[in-house]
């Protein structure tokens, strides 16, 4: 082997190396530590780069460098990205004795959505209950006749089926003189019974981590103080607003923006033992909102529908463009006695 060739050698393991230190250095530290928070709201899809040169390198000078190279390759597109395939099989046929609601939720990003788009996949989509957030407080709505709704500061459920407001959930942050509005719990009183549902907006990320970015030198560790702060704030309302949901005895479904991937640290202490609708019944990566930072723009999957043992999803799916930075996330899902 040449030299040229024992370089590449030494290059394709050690970056086979990082891929695989990266993915555990997500799941154990995100959410946790500010580095490994950024790689976890970042975009994953840049660590597969160096493929594009390793690989035609590997082809010219050494084909056996493949194998490590597509171990990598697999650890980004798959569990790095979060690559989803259905954990089950269940289908609407398996269930055809059960009552089935359609779920959909969007945060709608105030005055950047589009009225009609947000109606026509409301309404083409056939969905049963819409939980909406960063929602106007005198939204107007040409929804069919019979629909009902329920907003309050930022949040709103919609329903075909009769709703009853019941709470809200506030969480006071840390600096702040005003609560940060998390949760709005109605009963949506649908053909197989009351069902308690929940449109969730948990706080966001964004402007911790944007302290840490520096326009001249990339990052600046300096100023991650805020980060840890949002991040300490950011559990302690997931946990506040968990505990609230522990309450409730009807059958639960909550859907919202968590500003939270499923493989956040926060997001498994609080959440992982509710059922993921996406999760379970979903393929793909499931991206819901766009991020752009400085014209930069990449995708991430921090919306959800998240239900208790009485329901199990059937289908989910992420939904067309309405105008907002988030795509809506809509579910099928079957209620069990």
């Keep these: ?42 975009p994953r899809w840049l660590l597969a780069l160096p493929l594009f040169l390793l690989v035609p390198l590997a082809v010219y000078y050494d084909r056996r460098l493949l194998l490590p190279l597509g171990i990598a ?19 609407h046929s398996d269930y055809s004795g059960t009552k089935k609601l359609r779920v959909l939720t969007c945060n709608l990003d105030s005055a950047k959505y589009d009225t009609s788009h947000l109606v026509s996949v409301i309404s083409e989509s056939s969905a049963d209950i819409v ?50 509005t998390c949760l709005l719990h109605v009963n949506a009183q649908t053909p197989g019974g009351d069902v308690a549902v929940c449109s969730l907006q948990l706080p ?38 968990r505990r609230y949901i522990d309450t409730l005895s009807l059958p639960k479904i909550i859907a919202g923006d968590f500003n939270t991937p499923v493989d956040s640290s926060i ?36 919306d959800h529908i998240l239900t208790g043992k009485r329901f199990t999803p059937l289908l989910s799916v992420v939904g067309p463009d309405i105008g907002s930075d988030h795509l809506p996330v809509i579910a099928d899902l079957a209620l069990v006695k």
């Design 131 to 180: 939980a909406l957030q960063e929602c106007p407080e005198e939204i107007k709505l040409s929804l069919p006749p019979g629909w009902y709704m329920i907003t309050a500061r930022g949040l709103a459920v919609l329903s075909r089926f009769p709703l009853r407001k019941v709470n809200l959930v506030q969480v006071m942050p840390p600096k702040g003189e005003w609560p940060s």
């Design 73 to 91: 390759a697999l650890i980004i597109v798959g569990p790095f990205m979060h690559f989803n395939l259905p954990l089950s099989k269940v289908t």
């Design 267 to 302: 997001y498994k202490s609080v959440w992982d033992d509710f059922t993921n609708a996406f999760s379970e019944a979903g393929c793909g990566y499931g991206w819901s909102q766009r991020v752009s930072v400085r014209n930069f723009s990449y995708s991430v999957r921090i």
């Design 204 to 241: 966001t990320p964004r402007f911790g981590l944007m302290q840490i970015l520096d326009r001249y030198t990339f990052l600046r560790p300096s100023r991650s103080g805020l980060c840890l702060e949002e991040t300490a704030f950011r559990h302690r309302a997931a946990q506040e607003v």
């Design 1 to 42: 082997m040449n030299k040229i060739g024992r370089y590449l050698q030494w290059v394709a393991y050690s970056y086979t190396a990082l891929v695989f230190s990266a993915l555990l250095f997500m799941y154990v530290s995100g959410d946790r530590w500010w580095p490994a928070t950024m790689l976890l709201f970042g």
